[in-house]
């Protein structure tokens, strides 16, 4: 009977073995701490967003100030839905001189646009 443990043990050993070298996932993995460069900064103005395009490093945080008259709700094209970078939105206005933060960390240009204002449009470029 102690034949039989041990051959089901040993092949129980076997089997973990052949799955751990056939996975493409590391069973661990160290993730670097993510660099955030700050310091950029769009003001939000009755005429619209300046700078309207904006290229920053991918990790850079773009802080955007609401100097304008009314509400400002920064959210990403295309509206209604903001899909394109959904998690560039804060989901609610910022009042007049209020500010909304965002670390941008996907490559691309990102267009976006004040939801409560429509027609008011700006571009973060992130390289």
Known sequence: MN???LGGVGLLIVVF????????????????????VA??????TNEGFVPE???????TMVTFINQNDSPMWVASAKHPDHKLYP?????????????????FT???T????????????????VE
């Open 106 to 108: 996907k490559v691309g």
């Open 87 to 103: 998690e560039f939105d804060p989901k609610t206005a910022v009042p007049k001189g209020g500010s909304y933060s965002f670390t």
């Open 53 to 59: 395009i904006l290229t920053v490093k991918a990790g």
């Open 3 to 5: 034949k039989y443990i």
């Open 39 to 44: 310091g950029q900064t769009v003001t939000y």
């Open 17 to 36: 073995i052949i799955i751990f070298m056939k996975t493409d996932k590391p069973l661990a993995v160290e993730t670097p701490a993510k660099q955030v």
């Open 110 to 125: 990102h267009p976006y646009h004040n939801h409560v204002l429509l027609g008011k449009f700006g571009k973060i470029v």
